[in-house]
């Protein structure tokens, strides 16, 4: 079974390592965001590739989701002892070798995409990794101002969620970059070739709907097809980690998990997986044209994150059989 799956940073992640477990003989090709992306100290930073390659790799922190185990900061530490910042986002002393060696790759004009599977061959996290463009694309918000008078302004979506802690409204979200990009060579191909298409319970906005801004991978999915099936991120009317409210009401969208089916929409989206506490929904979805079920959504466990995958496997079938 090939199966490809668009993922953002955690929640895609840990998603993976459940499919990974529930499909052990499945061809997994996965669309990596790279709306995150971020330049830093005149590093290249791509969080959420990196949290996916690192989380399928045995190398991330797994109490915080990103990141390197046994990390230290020591460099961050020096570089603030001489005012270079930003200090707010934090990158430790193991994680600054992958930027090394991604941005050194990227000057001597490797692309991204082939810098992706080069540190993957480091981490082999059972999947082929592709980033969804090698172009430049960050995501931007526009925040109102703090004291209500003024012009609101325009921040990476970084500074948005790791500074701001998304305490301030977001009045847009703007993929910057994304209108003039192109798929990275192998995502279309993938999606073509492929049995099943799943959206895990990754942000709808800035993770998956990212993705879905390159020209091309939207239509390359609607037309596969094959069946695509969605996770909700958001349970009982709220996200289960992050800030997906915050940036769903930027973009004109309830917090629930029949607006965010809706949000993709039948054209798109051909069964959807609400939670158990969300049951109340499903005819709802239906009635959109939009095949969906009430299963557990709580990825509490690798355990509990493959029973998750299995049923989105199964509901997959279901679709194809109907």
Same mark, same amino acid.
């Given at each position: 079974?090939r199966? *490809?799956?668009? =993922?953002?940073?955690?929640? /895609?992640?840990r998603?993976?390592?459940g499919?990974?477990?529930?499909?052990?003989?499945?061809?997994?090709?996965?669309?990596?965001?790279?709306?995150?992306?971020?330049?830093?100290?005149?590093?290249?930073?791509? &969080?959420?590739l990196d949290?996916?390659?690192?989380?399928?790799?045995?190398?991330?922190n797994?109490?915080?989701? #990103?990141?390197?185990?046994?990390?230290?900061?020591?460099?961050?530490?020096?570089?603030?002892?001489?005012?270079?910042?930003?200090? #707010?986002?934090?990158?430790?002393?193991?994680d600054?070798?992958?930027?090394?060696?991604r941005?050194?790759?990227?000057?001597a004009?490797y &692309?991204?995409? =082939?810098?992706?599977?080069?540190?993957?061959?480091?981490w082999?996290?059972?999947?082929?990794?592709?980033?969804?463009?090698d172009?430049r694309?960050?995501?931007?918000?526009?925040v109102?101002?703090?004291?209500?008078?003024?012009?609101?302004?325009?921040?990476?979506?970084?500074?948005?969620?790791?500074?701001?802690?998304?305490?301030?409204?977001?009045?847009?979200? *703007?993929? !910057?970059?994304a209108?003039?990009?192109?798929?990275?060579? /192998?995502?279309?191909?993938?999606?073509?070739?492929?049995?099943?298409?799943?959206? &895990?319970?990754?942000?709808?906005? !800035?993770?998956?709907?990212?993705?879905?801004?390159?020209?091309?991978?939207?239509?390359a999915?609607?037309?596969?097809?094959?069946?695509?099936?969605?996770?909700s991120?958001?349970?009982?009317?709220?996200?289960?980690?992050?800030m997906?409210?915050? !940036?769903?009401?930027? !973009?004109?969208?309830?917090?629930?998990?029949?607006?965010?089916?809706?949000?993709?929409?039948?054209?798109?989206?051909?069964? #959807?997986?609400?939670?158990?506490?969300?049951?109340? *929904?499903?005819?709802?979805?239906?009635?959109?044209?939009?095949?969906?079920?009430?299963?557990?959504?709580?990825?509490?466990?690798?355990? =509990?994150?493959?029973?998750?995958?299995?049923e989105a496997?199964?509901l997959a079938?279901? *679709?194809?059989?109907?």
């Amino acid at each position: 079974m090939r199966i *490809v799956v668009l =993922a953002g940073g955690i929640g /895609g992640a840990r998603f993976l390592r459940g499919l990974k477990r529930a499909a052990p003989d499945a061809d997994i090709t996965v669309i990596g965001n790279t709306g995150d992306d971020i330049h830093l100290f005149g590093l290249k930073v791509c &969080p959420d590739l990196d949290t996916v390659m690192y989380t399928l790799g045995g190398g991330i922190n797994e109490e915080q989701g #990103w990141g390197r185990e046994d990390e230290t900061f020591r460099v961050k530490e020096e570089l603030a002892a001489y005012g270079a910042g930003p200090e #707010w986002f934090g990158l430790g002393d193991r994680d600054f070798a992958t930027h090394i060696v991604r941005t050194q790759m990227l000057d001597a004009g490797y &692309p991204l995409s =082939a810098v992706t599977e080069a540190l993957c061959d480091r981490w082999k996290p059972g999947v082929r990794l592709i980033p969804m463009t090698d172009d430049r694309v960050e995501t931007h918000v526009a925040v109102a101002p703090a004291d209500g008078d003024g012009e609101r302004r325009v921040v990476h979506f970084q500074e948005y969620w790791v500074r701001l802690r998304a305490a301030v409204p977001a009045e847009a979200i *703007v993929p !910057v970059g994304a209108e003039q990009s192109k798929p990275a060579p /192998g995502v279309l191909e993938a999606i073509a070739e492929a049995d099943v298409i799943l959206f &895990p319970p990754s942000n709808p906005v !800035v993770s998956i709907g990212t993705i879905l801004a390159v020209p091309g991978i939207r239509e390359a999915i609607a037309d596969a097809g094959v069946p695509v099936v969605g996770l909700s991120p958001i349970v009982g009317d709220a996200p289960v980690r992050g800030m997906a409210d915050k !940036v769903l009401a930027a !973009v004109g969208v309830e917090s629930t998990a029949a607006a965010v089916a809706a949000h993709y929409g039948s054209g798109l989206l051909d069964g #959807w997986l609400v939670d158990t506490v969300d049951a109340d *929904v499903v005819g709802r979805v239906e009635e959109a044209g939009i095949r969906c079920r009430a299963v557990p959504l709580m990825m509490t466990d690798v355990d =509990a994150t493959a029973r998750m995958a299995r049923e989105a496997l199964a509901l997959a079938e279901e *679709v194809r059989g109907a």
